[in-house]
C-alpha cells in the first residue's frame, strides 16, 4: 500500500476529514487531497507529524511493503478500543453505486415533485369552480382533484418503492464505516470533479426557486386580486418549490453519493454513528408532519394556506435535531 493510501487509510480509521486532518497538519485541505491523490509528498516535517497523530511508525508510512494489521485500532476521544475488520468497498462496488445513483435519483425526484404538488390540481379545479367561468360546481371540482391528488401520491410511492429497493443493497455505505481498495477514491474524486459545475448549478437554481417561490403570490395579495387568483398562485408556489427540490434531489444527490464513498463531511465514520442514534427521531418527525398537514388541510380544506406547515417544520427540524444532537453529545460524554 502506498503513502497516499495509508493515508487515507488512517484519517478515515480515526473519523477524521480533509479538513480536520489539515488543521492538525497546519497545511490546507487542497495539500491533503494531493497527498491523498499521489499528486505530492507531503515532506519529512508532515510525515512525522502524521506518524505521531495516526500513532503508527514512519517506517509504515514510507514503506509500501508494510501492510496494516488486519485487525484495527479507532481512536475517539482518547481512547482506544478494537474493531472488526472493516468491509472493503471494490472498484466495480463503487462504479455500480454511482451508476445506481444516477438512474434512481431523477425518479426518486420525481416522486418528491409529484408529492409536493398534489395539491396543486385540487387548488386549481377549486378556484375554477369558484371563478364560474366554465360552470363547474364546486362538488365535481373537489372530486376531480382529489382523484388528481390520490393518483399522484400512489404513483410517487410505487417510485419510492421501486427506486428504494435498488438502492436497499448500498445501505451500510451510508451507515458503517467501511475501506475502498486501491483506485477507488480516485475514481471517485474524478466523478466529483466532473459534476462540481452541474452540481453547483443546480444548487443554486434549486435555492432560488425556492426562495422566491411566494414572490407572484405576495404581489398579487397586495394588489388586491380575486381569491381564485391567489388559490392558482398558491398552486404555482408548490409547483416551483417541487421544482427545486427536484434539482437538490435528481441534480445534487450524485454529488451526495461521491461524498458516502469517500466518507467525508457529513459521512464522516464519527457523523455516521450520530445519524444512526438520530434516525429514529427524523422519521417519526416527518412523519407526525405528513399526518398533521393532511389532518389539518382534509379538515379544514384549506390547502391555500395549510401549505405553510412544511416551511414551519422545516424550521422546527433544524431545532429539533440540534437538541437532540445535544442529547446524544451529553449522552456520550458520561462515564
Known amino acids: 500500500m502506498i503513502l497516499a493510501d495509508k493515508i487515507i487509510y488512517e484519517r478515515k480509521k480515526n473519523g477524521w476529514s480533509q479538513e480536520e486532518l489539515a488543521d492538525m497538519l497546519g497545511v490546507s485541505r487542497q495539500s491533503v487531497s494531493k497527498w491523498e491523490g499521489a ?4 515532506d519529512l516535517q508532515k510525515i512525522l507529524k502524521m506518524a505521531e497523530l495516526f500513532q503508527v511508525s514512519t517506517d509504515y508510512l514510507l514503506k509500501d511493503e508494510i501492510e496494516p494489521d488486519e485487525r484495527e485500532i479507532t481512536y475517539e476521544n482518547d481512547h482506544t478500543y478494537e474493531t472488526a475488520e472493516k468491509r472493503i468497498v471494490s472498484m466495480e462496488e463503487a462504479s455500480d453505486y454511482l451508476i445506481t445513483n444516477e438512474q434512481c435519483l431523477p425518479k426518486i425526484g420525481i416522486g418528491v415533485f409529484l408529492c409536493i404538488t398534489c395539491p396543486a390540481i385540487l387548488l386549481i379545479m ?5 371563478s364560474r367561468m366554465f360552470g ?13 391528488l390520490f393518483v399522484q401520491i400512489g404513483i410517487a410511492v410505487a417510485l419510492f418503492i421501486q ?3 435498488r438502492l436497499e443493497r448500498y445501505d451500510y455505505l451510508q451507515k458503517e464505516t467501511f475501506e475502498t481498495a486501491y483506485g477507488v477514491d480516485g475514481m471517485v474524486k474524478a466523478v466529483k470533479a466532473q459534476q462540481e459545475h452541474r452540481n453547483h448549478v443546480a444548487l443554486i437554481s434549486g435555492l432560488l426557486l425556492c426562495i422566491f417561490s411566494p414572490v407572484p403570490l405576495i404581489l398579487s395579495a397586495l394588489m388586491n386580486v380575486p381569491d381564485y387568483v391567489l388559490v392558482c398562485l398558491v398552486a404555482l408556489l408548490l409547483f416551483l418549490v417541487a421544482l427545486g427540490v ?3 434531489i435528481a441534480v445534487c444527490g450524485i454529488h451526495g453519493a461521491c461524498m458516502v464513498l469517500l466518507q ?3 459521512f464522516a465514520p464519527s457523523k455516521k454513528m450520530q445519524t444512526q442514534k438520530l434516525e429514529p427521531v427524523t422519521k417519526i418527525y416527518w ?5 398533521i398537514y393532511l389532518g389539518v388541510s ?3 380544506n384549506a390547502w391555500h394556506y395549510t401549505w405553510i406547515i412544511w416551511p414551519v417544520a422545516g424550521i422546527l427540524f433544524a431545532v429539533v435535531h440540534a437538541i437532540a444532537e445535544a442529547i446524544c453529545g451529553t449522552k456520550k460524554e458520561e462515564p
Open 264 to 266: 467525508d463531511g457529513d
Open 163 to 165: 427506486q428504494g429497493l
Open 287 to 291: 412523519l407526525l408532519t405528513v399526518a
Open 136 to 148: 363547474l360546481r364546486e362538488e365535481p371540482a373537489i372530486a376531480i382533484g382529489l382523484f388528481f
Open 39 to 42: 499528486q505530492s509528498i507531503p
Open 126 to 130: 377549486c378556484a375554477l369552480s369558484e
Open 246 to 248: 427536484y434539482l437538490f
Open 298 to 300: 382534509f379538515a379544514t
